[in-house]
């Protein structure tokens, strides 16, 4: 057992939250209980998410998408009110944290994809504000070899846009939203750059710039950083904890 406030304070200096001008606030988004036995881990702290998490007895919702985004309506009403409503109902506690857990360089999301891609040793993309890594495969693969492993390792299909017909070698990935990415990954000769979604400009910026690209799913590449951090919280606390998963298919 934990006190929440000493958790949370461990856990903002960790992710080193105050570098961050985010689209959220980072950290305790909202109060539960002052003692924390067991933590639940999610990517997104949707309706279903919360209700599995009052479920499990859990004191903590530990999320990548937590509420209170820029631009969103303020009013407490609809889906806003029932999210909210269970977790103070159930007394559950929310921490979320955004781009702090992309780019943390051990629990990140971005370091948790490149291991599980077995990509050990990676660097940062140049000019692009910390967020995507580069590294080197140990064997070039094909693009078909790349969405199969892809899919092998994060469980959901890639979609591929080809914009070369060469071996892969070296790649840039950054999980979510950062299709915006791939043009400064193709200007900086890497062979591939991997993200969870695509726009419509993607395409065509992919095929000018001959980079393959490929959209692994928002959700499904950024499973991994919420899971490491809630697992180094309950080592380091004697805490129980378990990751709640959803059907997303973005």
Not at 34 to 47: C, E, F, N
Not at 89 to 99: F, T
Not at 213 to 219: D, I, N, P
Not at 224 to 238: I, K, N, P
Request: hydrophobic fraction near 45%.
């Amino acid at each position: 057992m934990v006190k929440l406030s000493e958790l949370v304070a461990y856990s903002n200096d960790l992710l080193e939250i105050d570098r961050f001008n985010d689209f959220a606030p980072n950290g305790l988004q909202v109060e539960g209980r002052h003692d924390v036995r067991q933590i639940a881990a999610a990517v997104t702290a949707s309706l279903d998410v919360v209700e599995a998490a009052a479920d499990a007895g859990a004191d903590l919702l530990l999320v990548h998408h937590g509420y209170f985004w820029k631009g969103e309506a303020a009013a407490i009403s609809g889906m806003k009110k029932r999210r909210l409503e269970k977790l103070l109902r159930h007394n559950i506690s929310l921490l979320a944290y955004h781009l702090p857990l992309d780019v943390h360089a051990e629990l990140g999301n971005n370091r948790q994809l490149g291991m599980r891609l077995g990509i050990d040793s990676a660097t940062v993309l140049p000019a692009c504000g910390g967020l995507p890594l580069v590294g080197r495969l140990a064997q070039p693969l094909s693009a078909a070899g790349l969405a199969a492993l892809l899919q092998e390792k994060l469980d959901h299909k890639p979609l591929y846009i080809g914009g070369r017909s060469a071996p892969i070698r070296t790649i840039a990935w950054c999980t979510g939203a950062a299709q915006r990415y791939c043009e400064q990954a193709a200007m900086a000769g890497i062979d591939a750059y991997i993200s969870g979604e695509v726009s419509e400009q993607t395409t065509h910026v992919c095929r000018e710039l001959a980079i393959d690209y490929f959209a692994a799913g928002h959700h499904a590449t950024e499973r991994y950083g919420v899971q490491a951090l809630a697992r180094h919280l309950a080592e380091r606390f004697s805490l129980q904890w378990e990751f709640v998963d959803c059907n997303n298919p973005v």
